[in-house]
């Protein structure tokens, strides 16, 4: 999909917006879960997420290549759409973002301050993506998929980061929503040569992916019933399933109460705050705990916009 050489060009276009995300080994984590605990804080990039980095090389590559947008137009659950709005931004380019109806109010708040045009449609992400899709015809703008080589190889940069801040890691959990993260990750380790295993994280409400891991084709789920809504993907991408079934090693699935512990654990362990698929990962290694003791394990706080009143509902419950 890309060399090492565009992955470095991208990471270059990336750091022009913001630097390089901390990469930090938190004691009271190894102590939590008995293994030498790596955390990749997404949740410190200016959107408070991972995908700002796909928006980044996408709206840049789009920009480069058409001399005039009339605009783009995308769907999401929150982070995908701050990623593009806030691109979009710099390239004097109108976006136009698609969400589900009871969608967080502060994620959409967020893609609102950052210039998106805001439309509520349908039940769930793959509603408001088909809504989008069809947006995108009548209007004449461009629709942007979650999943695009373009976006891999922008979250594939914070990958590249944390492997080369880090000591060699035996293994690192990735959360999966359409994917986009876990197969930058995928790509990123076998660019540089790695042995590091990539472990998916999904929830049990909404295991998509797991479900066409194990069968080896897509399958669809008939609901995404999870309060972790950056993993609430009924849809796997087929794209995205061939590289996550031939790099990683499985698909850990986990409960809406293990992540509401694990996001527990990272503002008592760290004064972070998770959202909950940021949370994810911690949550799977928790669970994999006896497995993973004594071994370097990295995570992926991929992002920290959980809305206040759910964090009140859900978390502190």
Not at 130 to 142: D, N, Q, S, V
Not at 249 to 257: F, N, P, Q
Request: hydrophobic share 50%.
């Amino acid at each position: 999909m890309f060399t090492l050489n565009d992955l470095e060009a991208a990471a270059a276009l990336v750091h022009r917006s913001f630097a390089p995300t901390p990469a930090i080994a938190w004691p009271l984590l190894a102590a939590r879960t008995g293994a030498e605990t790596w955390v990749k804080h997404e949740n410190h990039t200016p959107t408070g997420a991972f995908k700002i980095r796909g928006g980044l090389v996408y709206m840049e590559r789009l920009a480069r290549e058409r001399s005039q947008v009339r605009g783009v137009v995308s769907a999401t659950r929150g982070n995908h759409g701050q990623s593009l709005a806030f691109a979009g931004q710099r390239h004097g380019v109108p976006v136009t973002i698609l969400v589900p109806r009871g969608n967080s109010m502060e994620k959409n708040a967020a893609m609102r301050a950052f210039g998106a045009r805001l439309i509520e449609h349908g039940e769930d992400f793959d509603a408001a993506r088909e809504e989008a899709m069809r947006l995108a015809a009548a209007e004449g703008l461009e629709f942007a998929p979650s999943f695009a080589p373009d976006l891999v190889k922008g979250v594939a940069t914070y990958a590249l980061e944390f492997f080369r801040a880090t000591p060699a890691l035996d293994a690192l959990y990735v959360p999966i929503g359409l994917g986009s993260g876990i197969c930058g990750c995928i790509l990123a380790r076998d660019l540089l040569g790695l042995s590091t295993q990539i472990i998916g994280v999904q929830s049990v409400g909404a295991p998509s992916y797991a479900l066409s891991f194990v069968a080896g084709h897509v399958v669809t789920t008939d609901r995404a019933e999870t309060r972790a809504d950056g993993m609430a993907t009924r849809m796997p991408d087929a794209g995205a399933l061939a590289i996550i079934r031939a790099g990683a090693a499985r698909i850990v699935t986990v409960t809406d109460d293990e992540v509401a512990a694990a996001i527990r654990a990272y503002w008592t362990d760290t004064h972070n705050l998770a959202e909950g698929a940021g949370a994810a990962p911690l949550a799977a290694l928790m669970q994999e705990a006896a497995a993973m003791r004594g071994k370097r394990v990295g995570l992926v706080l991929c992002g920290g916009n959980i809305d206040l009143d759910l964090f009140r509902d859900w978390v502190m419950a």
